[in-house]
């Protein structure tokens, strides 16, 4: 079947820290990956995206690679911010429907 | 252009009684999914149309429902509420059936009492 596996949070981590979410996956066939973000109160906000094997997707300093050899399509920024702070959920739409992982909660501290 | 505007923004209803919520798309989006979000199981597909028919539904029971218009506008109804539907309700437009690139909109916050 199809699925997302999310770290689970939260990842506390201060300003200008890295930043990595771990999200893997299983997928009948070739589904495009996404993250999205939610703030509080929100609904979801298409963070990035990538369409095939070695995309590498971005957006706001976030990077992404879908990495078809291990499954795997981690969420990574240099350096956070308190604005970061946010749940963010790894996605995947193996037809017309996504799945969603768990979310990961990140806090960003001054 | 304006985003996916979803009403009301929150709703308290009472066991036994039914609730209908709205979600205006994107204007030329033709697609319109629902998904309901709790803590405990996360986010869950509820189904999916397409010019005003729908193409695929998830994994939940009868009282759950929905319909699209011709101005590709959607309505999803709850019957006979239980507790256990108190949820984040979140509708998601998109140009084509693929969801390559979903929109949301800022959900409905259902509680059930």
């Known amino acids: 079947g199809n699925s997302v596996t999310q770290m689970e949070g939260p990842v506390t981590l201060s300003e200008e820290a890295f930043l990595t979410i771990n999200c893997t996956y299983t997928?009948?066939?070739?589904?495009?990956l996404f993250w999205y973000v939610q703030y509080p109160g929100e609904g979801l906000q298409l963070l990035l995206k990538?369409?095939?094997?070695?995309d590498k997707g971005s957006n706001k300093g976030f990077e992404a690679t879908y990495r078809k050899e291990t499954t795997s399509f981690h969420l990574e920024k240099g350096s956070v911010q308190v604005s970061d702070s946010a749940v963010y959920f790894c996605?995947?739409?193996?037809?017309?429907?996504?799945?969603f992982g768990t979310g990961t909660r990140l806090q960003v501290f001054p | 252009k304006a985003g996916v505007t979803q009403t009301p923004r929150y709703l308290i209803k009472t066991r036994g009684q039914q609730v209908t919520l709205s979600c205006s798309p994107i204007?030329?989006?033709?697609?319109v999914s629902w998904y309901q979000q709790t803590p405990g199981q996360g986010l869950q597909f509820l189904f999916e149309?397409?010019?005003?028919?729908?193409?695929n539904k998830g994994n939940f029971p009868g009282r759950f429902s929905g319909r699209q218009f011709s101005n590709s506008r959607s309505e999803m109804n709850v019957s006979t509420l239980e507790l256990g539907d108190s949820a984040l309700y979140l509708c998601?437009?998109?140009?084509?059936?693929?969801?390559?690139?979903?929109?949301f909109g800022q959900g409905t916050r259902l509680t059930v009492v």
């Open positions: 149309y397409f010019s005003e028919t729908q193409r």
């Open positions: 990538a369409t095939k094997a070695d």
């Open positions: 996605a995947l739409n193996p037809a017309d429907k996504l799945i």
């Open positions: 204007s030329g989006h033709r697609s």
């Open positions: 998601a437009s998109s140009l084509t059936t693929t969801n390559t690139e979903a929109f």
């Open positions: 997928a009948t066939g070739y589904p495009s």
